[in-house]
């Protein structure tokens, strides 16, 4: 029996998503694997993750200019030396893991257990695989410090790759797959089936709008953008997500009794159904976050980009508009205007859509297991 140890962070829901599905795929996939997937941070040091993890959901919510120093920060000078002080520190508590474990291959979705497991192979600690899956639209220093002691490198685009080797990688470790994602978002939906189940109807558009979540808007912000959208599109269905936010539910559930538009306004808190619904929408409205991103673009639906994090959701952003796959709401831009010049055009969505499936990565977690399967095929005739 080949085992498989995935290690995630706690910091957004990109890198645990990420490494979920790569788990899901194998064990849907493939008999005769053992795979374990921890928080390594979590793991390593229970109080230091909860201080960091909630830091980095209130900076990245209130403090936009607070974090983006902390993100460039953390590529050079002495935040980045703490952060690689701290894991070399941890990369000894994590092996006592991994050896009880004794895994064929390691996968990596968050750069701290990269580095970890890198220091470990550099000590002679370590003779399995060690693979790492980049989970956003732009790479960060993190990733791949002592990246020769990592066999492979999974990232979303040629540009990342161009950019990983001229800053050292081996070019033959790195494979450009795309961002992993859930199967569920190929499969094939009946359309007026899930129109019936919310009952929307079949003549008029739909979006999507992202609202809530751990890493979300502020409930002002979201409440205005609703209540122009009812405002000045009453012929558009909107689908709004709260997530885990029962305070945006609440406002969102109100906005909707005031208006009396139950009929078109159709308010969700979390919801397992993000593959349907994407599948009946025109077009989502949304934070660029790299699993968000990737699951809009395979399922072929332009982004309305707001309120991005500064760094790697900034850069995620970058890369949708600069193939033009969705457009950026800027500072000082309304919700309406962008929304207006989208919806009065007959070809600016079907464009969008159209590029927004030529530079998705459907097989993207196909794809990663298959290399990595083979890799650990190759490694045990050897």
Known sequence: MKKILIFYGSYGGGHIAAARNIKEYFENSYDDYEISMIDCVEYTNKIINKITTKAYADLSKYAHWLWKKIYFSSEN?????????????????????????????????????????????????????????MTDYVEHNQWFILHEF?????VAHDEMKDSLIKKGVDANKIYVTGIPFSNRFLESYNKNDILSTYDLRENKSIALFFAGGAFGFGKKQVCNMLKS????????????????NPKIKKSFDTIV?????????KILSFTDKVPELMHISDFVITKPGGLTTTESLVSGLPMVIINPIPGQEEENANFVVKNGAGVLMKKGDHLEDILDELLSSKDKLPTMAENAKSISKRNATRDICETLLSAMCEKNTL
């Open 229 to 244: 959208i009812i405002h000045h599109f009453p012929d558009l269905q909107v689908i709004a997500i709260s997530g885990k």
């Open 150 to 154: 990592v066999n492979f490198y999974f």
């Open 77 to 133: 000078g002495w935040l980045a030396s703490f952060s690689n002080f701290f894991n070399k520190l941890m990369a000894n508590k994590l092996n006592k893991l991994i050896q009880k474990f004794s895994p064929d291959i390691i996968i990596s979705t968050h750069p701290f257990s990269s580095q970890m497991c890198a220091v470990l192979k550099k000590k002679g600690k370590l003779n399995c695989l060690l693979a790492t899956v």
């Open 257 to 265: 009794k005031e208006t009396r538009t139950d009929d078109y306004v």
